[in-house]
């Protein structure tokens, strides 16, 4: 067996404290369903809007104090593929387990294992980790289920054996195949906030306010569970096993952007292995990433020129109402004034030289500030 070392990036994310930031996008737990008779969350409606999170609301997820890493997928396995004669937009499957290796800082060297598609049993309420949509087998009440976990590297090698896993586990969630791309979707994997108990990690292991130190290095190496989800090994199906490894290397390396040196009488890789690897700067000065409220105005138009006036003559004129709607008048023309010139229709003349020259010199202003 030949495997190919993938690199992806990763981010990590030093909180002193626990910190409110966006939640995640959707929260199926607030689904409303009947167990044993009795309605749980009596009062809520089984639509997207009880799941989904209000745009422009406060922060409703809480990280705790310590370091949050974040791994990308290889872009290879974020692209979806619409084939003729099938319904729906195929995604590959990916890795669905992880090993984080902390070492350096004067610390203890440490590991654990991130199951990516681990299932939580009905009923258990796991801290620090995302829910998914879930339809209850027999016996079974909740719509949702809370999916991946962490075990130190001891603990995992002893995990028990009948534990549940999703069957399949892509870049958009817990699923391959779908209709349509939504919000959630697409963002899973790149939102931090939708996916930390799956392409994430917390490491607790700091007392409050104590910044990392340096030389402090993560490692994170990610591979496939079962072998016959690998994306190589597909690859190589697809592609038909007979064709000759310099062959299978120009379509890999077109398909995928992924390139190997292969040399004589060697096989062409099989098996795929992500590698990240971060490490604290000495010296490096750490902030605090506190979320900083929204301070942006917004300007609202039927089109892009009536927000722009609109915006504008509310910094030139903040107190006289109607001159705010003359000056909003005004810009509008001037800015329509191309489209106009173009059907060979005269503008109108609603600007006198003067206060013409004095908005766009007010404007000009505005827009190179």
Known sequence: ????????????????????????????????????????????????????????????????????????????????????????????????RW????????????????????????????????????????????????????????????????????????????FATVDGLDNEKIAFAGFYPNCRSVFGFHDGDFTPNTTPPKDLRYDVIGWYSDGENDYLDKFIKEQYPDRDPLSLLDTLQSKAGWTVEIGNNQSFPDRLLCHASLSFAPGASVTNPQAIKFQGTIAVGNNQEEAIAAYVARQLDTTNTENRKTIEEQLEALQMSGRLVQQNRPLAKVLSRSLYSNIFEDYQLLINN
């Open 1 to 96: 067996m030949t495997t190919l070392l993938v690199p992806v990036y990763l981010d990590a994310l030093y909180l002193p404290t626990k910190t409110n930031v966006l939640g995640e996008m959707t929260d199926y737990s607030k689904l409303p369903y009947y167990k044993n008779s009795q309605l749980v969350n009596r009062g809520r409606a089984y639509i997207s809007e009880t799941v989904l999170t209000v745009p422009f609301t406060q922060p409703q997820l809480t990280l705790k104090a310590g370091i949050h890493l974040h791994w990308s997928l290889p872009d290879a396995l974020t692209n979806g593929i619409a084939r003729d004669g099938e319904q729906g937009i195929t995604f590959p499957l990916v890795p669905n």
């Open 99 to 174: 090993l984080i290796i902390r070492r350096g800082g004067n610390l203890v060297e440490k590991k654990w294992v991130v199951e990516s598609d681990y299932l939580y049993p009905e009923g258990a309420t796991p801290e620090d980790t995302i829910n998914i949509l879930y339809y209850p087998a027999t016996n079974e009440y909740q719509p949702y289920r809370f999916l991946g976990r962490k075990l130190e590297l001891g603990a995992w090698r002893l995990r028990p054996t009948n534990a549940q896993y999703i069957q399949e586990l892509s870049a958009i969630g817990p």
